[in-house]
């Protein structure tokens, strides 16, 4: 059932769902990773959905992206931050998933025609699929995050894993329990514990009492309330780790060291470390947080505007990334969301794109507001405002450029207009099988893809290398029958697939604007804190430039 050098690291949430379990895990990686000690990280999520590429971002957040094509949960990218490792398929697990493996087992007889159970095959699986996790990684502790609350039946059967291992062997596994710890009173700041004391009585109703609990508050825990959860949840004394709000997320894994909770995790494992060292790790966020001189950049989509709600989720590894960038070099991003709408509605307010050193259009779908963006992308060519365009932020810049610069009036992404006289962005015809037949789970063109840059382009300069490999979503891409006409107009394709039919990179040279630039990928997928991609570094230079 496991590798016996295998140790396991299971965190749950209680109360509520969405208090930072993703955020937990990544930072116990870091603080077992500064210490010496290999690990990797899972994510389990409890949709019967097969992996997160149908899911709509602004329900369940961003749709993750690794280099084997995964598409998976946003915490997937919280683990590649923190931890600077690429993981693979493995460490992604659905409800779904989980059960399509067994079923597709028993049809191949692997079972040898015994009665298939729920309850020991999905458990088994389950295990099986994080023993495979770490023996790729190389590593020696798997943390798993379950997505959810323990109280929930869909986690049921992912809790009976954790179970059947802790049965087995019991300091092999440590049960986190993030638990939200309400505040009340006149200031409030009188802590309740009787949220957290319920959680785990679910938990102690599935055959499993945590080991330690992360409170998650807006202020620090008090001694108090630490020594009443311990006493009413059977811990013992500093099983309890304080988890308060911080402005930074790079910050948790310091804030938990701080309170023991490295030390806490390797007692009970019986595990030895060298001494912990996150100075790296501590020098950078110290050089985030202390950054004063502010950029103002803007992201322009279609859900969100004045007086809309913004789920930021939907954005966070664009978000992480300019923050990555802005803060390798001493500059603290101002991030604003602009209404793409408002500017088809009201073309004066395109005025408002002075005020900002930078504009970004993210990937995206539909027609919503897709010629405010067009809008949006003229203006910064005209006037010299830098200009980072990410999947469909680089289609439609190069929509934008045939239109008013390349002279094919009417030029289009057949997505929008299946009739456009010049479908510069088009389909491509691997794909339409797929439209055809409404097949549209982990059907596009996903994971990483090599690209060959242009010598002395801005994108060849930015990454130092001539051939790179970034990750892939999406279905659409520029039409290479009008790539030549294109770059006779003046755009520069510096990037583009091995075999020269696939246009990844597209950029204006740097004697016409400072920085014009898009991509077919996302770059935000690879940018880490402690290694900034290098196309988000050159956009904030650019930026800092423009303020200047």
């Known amino acids: 059932m496991q590798k016996k050098s295998i140790k396991y690291i299971f965190v749950v949430g209680g109360v509520m769902s969405g208090v930072g379990k993703g955020v937990a895990s990544a930072s116990i990686g ?38 084997d094509g995964t598409e998976c949960d946003q ?38 025609g015994k009665q298939v159970e729920v309850v020991p095959r999905i458990p088994l699986e389950i295990i099986e699929r994080i023993n495979k996790a770490v023996i790729k990684a190389d590593a020696k502790v798997a943390i798993t995050e379950v997505g959810g609350t323990v109280g929930e039946y869909e986690n049921i059967l992912f809790l009976e894993a954790v179970r059947m291992l802790k049965i087995k062997n019991p300091h092999d596994v440590v049960l986190v329990l993030v638990s939200y710890v309400p505040a009340l009173g006149a200031g409030g700041n009188e802590l309740k514990t009787k949220p957290t004391q319920h959680a785990v009585r679910s938990l102690n109703a599935v055959g499993l009492n945590p080991d330690i609990i992360l409170a998650r508050a807006h202020i620090p825990m008090d001694e108090k309330r630490k020594e009443k959860i311990e006493f009413m949840c059977s811990l013992e004394k500093g099983d309890v780790i304080s988890a308060p709000n911080v402005s930074n997320i790079y910050e948790v894994p310091i804030n938990f060291e701080n309170d023991g909770l490295g030390d806490r995790i390797l007692k009970k494992l019986k595990m030895s470390s060298r001494p912990k ?25 279609k859900y969100f505007g004045t007086g809309e709600f913004v789920l930021e989720d939907s954005y966070i590894s664009v978000i992480e990334s300019i923050r990555h960038a802005g803060g390798a070099i001493n500059y603290r991003p101002e991030i604003v969301w602009l209404n793409s709408e408002q500017f088809e509605k009201d073309p004066k307010s395109l005025k408002e794109l002075d005020t900002f050193d930078g504009i970004i259009v993210p990937g995206g779908f539909g027609s919503r507001g897709i010629e405010g963006k067009i809008s949006v992308i003229k203006y910064c060519r005209e006037n010299k405002i830098p200009y980072f365009g990410l999947c469909y932020g680089m289609q439609l810049a190069v ?92 755009l520069v394709f510096s990037g583009a697939s091995p075999d020269g039919r696939l246009m990844e990179i597209a950029e204006l040279p740097r004697t016409k604007h400072p920085f014009f630039l898009g991509t077919q990928f996302h770059p935000e997928l690879k940018s880490r804190p402690l290694n900034p991609h290098p196309l988000f570094v050159a956009f904030v230079k650019a930026c800092v430039l423009k303020k200047k």
Do not use: C
Not at 77 to 102: I, K, P
């Open 30 to 67: 870091k603080i077992l990773q500064s210490r010496g000690i290999e690990v990797t990280a899972l994510k389990i999520d409890p949709y019967v959905n097969v992996d997160a590429g149908t899911m709509n971002p602004t329900e369940h957040g961003e749709v993750f992206v690794l280099d």
């Open 277 to 301: 060292d996150m100075k790296e790790w501590r020098d950078m966020v110290l050089k985030m947080n202390s950054a004063t001189k502010r950029l103002k950049i803007g992201i322009v989509g």
């Open 399 to 490: 929509i934008e450029f045939a239109r008013h610069v390349a002279s094919m009036k009417g030029a289009n992404t057949t997505e929008i207009d299946a009739k456009t006289p010049f479908p510069v962005v088009d389909i491509m015809p691997e794909q339409k099988k797929n439209l055809k037949e409404k097949n549209f789970g982990a059907t596009m063109r996903l994971g990483a893809y090599p690209a060959i840059l242009k010598e002395g382009s801005m994108a060849q300069v930015a990454y130092s290398q001539s051939e790179i490999f970034e990750r892939h979503r999406h279905r659409y891409e520029v039409n290479p029958e009008y790539a030549e006409k294109l770059e006779k107009a003046g």
């Open 75 to 112: 915490d997937m990218g919280n683990y590649e931050r923190f931890l600077d490792r690429d993981l693979t398929r493995t460490n992604y697990m659905t409800t779904g998933s989980v059960y399509l493996s067994v079923i597709q087992k028993e049809r191949n007889l692997e079972f040898g």
